[in-house]
């Protein structure tokens, strides 16, 4: 089909390099604080999904001797909530993209609240019951993460989304750092109900701030933010701007079919990404499950209490990291915009609404400077190996778990930037693919970490784990080199889509 055909009949379709100008508004109405409004929200409720999961970790004895089960039986309870932990996002989060944040937003943590209580009131002659809630309770938590990926999405444009996606970033990965220094302490003083107690009281308060503040954000539906959608969608109170009616020209997109998040995984460029960052996160995760038993045993001054504060080593430097990523994202982008720009042309490329050319290098733009963080990542986490079997002062280690977070983030947070860069429209179908991959990836190195390291002891086990991201590091350079065609051929399926239906 000819050019001109396709503008005839699509005289409105955002299409990046095609003359076609659907409107001259910007991509969203909302002020950049409005967006970080928004942002700060969904934030603060992603933090439930890793939380959740690690408030438990101290308690996992006590738990134990109160239903009369192994260790090995509590936590299979882990296990399980790591799988619904990556399975549950990818029907919320694909709902999501089709019928709207923000009633998905609230059924998930009302779920996650419900299921709290339960945990709080279930009987110890019941672990079947213990095992079915907790399952419960990681089908509320786990989609918390992808639906606020899929708002930063909608309101933010790609040179935007860097800052705004370190930021939010900060919530979900204090999360495994806080969550067991709040629980130990819970547990030690209040009994281990408590901790599903608190939980219920933290995820109501959350649910709550979420029916009053959080407006609609899918751009199906309210467009670029102007559009009033109905009832539901729409805050109890409204401290950002309202929506008008003067949108009533403003071009909407059509609602899209259902499409299956697992048809993501048919794009190699994408997969790639995936398991890249599947695999730092599952070391990341490692380096975080194994902190309580190697300083328990190479440092036996420390108690429960202690062990915990430990932890914040490592969430610290996560939250350094997700905040200077944020800004070096933000300013890769505009670097490789003003090169593109001085080459093509001040007009080439239509950053305000959001859309990108095919021949922008938006892949090299967000992963090239990530490839030497990814190095330093690696020997430093082979560093921490050797500190804890060498039972160096306990300083070196957790300077090394600080730096291990802060680089952990370097390196996870481009990827999960470009990934919503790749497939706008489907941000928190794709984060759920990105869940699935790296809690499953993750689920599997807690499982053997503890046998690896009674095999190999903490220095070559560190060296093994650490390899295998240097090994993974050719994944990045293949997607810079590969991943424009692929976006070509995405861009192109998506127009024959949209004309056929029109």
């Not at 790591?82 to 709207?100: C, E």
């Not at 909407?252 to 790639?272: A, C, E, G, H, T």
């Not at 291990?404 to 759920?432: C, E, F, H, K, R």
């Amino acid at each position: 089909m000819s050019e001109s055909k396709l503008e005839e009949r699509t005289p409105t379709l955002p299409i990046a390099n095609t003359d076609i100008k659907p409107t001259e508004r910007p991509y969203s109405v909302y002020t950049s604080k409005e967006k970080w409004f928004i942002v700060t929200l969904v934030s603060f409720a992603g933090i439930f999904s890793p939380f959740t999961a690690n408030i438990y970790f101290p308690a996992i004895p006590t738990i134990a001797a109160a239903f009369h089960k192994s260790t090995e039986l509590i936590n299979l309870t882990v296990t399980m909530y790591m799988v619904l932990q990556g399975l549950s996002p990818m029907f919320f989060g694909s709902f999501a993209d089709f019928h709207g944040r923000r009633p998905v937003f609230i059924l998930c943590l009302f779920v996650l609240c419900l299921s709290c209580v339960g945990l709080a009131l279930v009987p110890t002659g019941a672990y079947w019951l213990l095992m079915v809630l907790r399952c419960l309770q990681a089908t509320g938590s786990a989609s918390t993460i992808a639906l606020g990926a899929g708002v930063i999405g909608d309101i933010a444009v790609p040179a935007e989304r860097g800052g705004f996606f370190g930021f939010y970033s900060l919530g979900p990965m204090l999360g495994p750092a806080l969550g067991p220094v709040i629980g130990g302490a819970l547990s030690d003083g209040l009994g281990w109900r408590s901790i599903f107690w608190f939980l219920c009281i933290a995820t109501g308060i959350a649910c709550i701030v979420m029916l009053l503040f959080l407006p609609e954000t899918l751009r199906q539906i309210v467009g670029d933010g102007s559009i009033v959608p109905g009832a539901i969608y729409r805050p109890w109170i409204h401290i950002i701007r309202r929506q008008s009616d003067v949108a009533s020209d403003y071009y909407k997109p059509p609602k899209r079919k259902f499409r299956n998040p697992l048809l993501l995984f048919k794009n190699l460029d994408i997969v790639m990404l995936l398991l890249f960052n599947g695999i730092v996160y599952s070391v990341f995760y490692a380096v975080t499950a194994s902190i309580s038993s190697l300083f328990a045993e190479i440092y036996p001054f420390l108690n429960d209490t202690t062990i915990g504060l430990c932890y914040l080593a490592i969430g610290l430097g996560t939250a350094v990291g997700s905040a200077g990523t944020g800004k070096v994202l933000d300013w890769d982008f505009q670097r490789a915009k003003k090169a593109y720009v001085q080459t093509h042309g001040s007009e080439s490329m239509k950053t305000e609404s959001g859309d990108l050319r095919d021949d922008f290098p938006i892949e090299k733009a967000r992963l090239l400077s990530m490839s030497y963080a990814t190095l330093i990542l690696a020997a430093t986490g082979m560093g921490y190996g050797w500190c804890l079997q060498k039972k160096v002062h306990i300083a070196a280690p957790l300077i090394l778990q600080f730096i291990i977070g802060a680089l952990s983030m370097s390196v996870m947070n481009p990827t999960q930037t470009l990934i919503l860069d790749l497939v706008p429209g489907q941000g928190s179908s794709v984060t759920a693919c990105n869940n699935i991959v790296r809690c499953l990836m993750g689920a599997v190195a807690v499982s053997v970490i503890d046998i690896i390291l009674n095999s190999l002891r903490p220095g070559f086990t560190y060296v093994l784990l650490n390899g295998i991201i240097i090994i993974s590091i050719p994944l990045i350079y293949l997607v810079i080199k590969l991943g424009p065609r692929f976006r070509k051929k995405r861009r192109e399926a998506d127009v024959e889509t949209l004309v056929a239906h029109s």
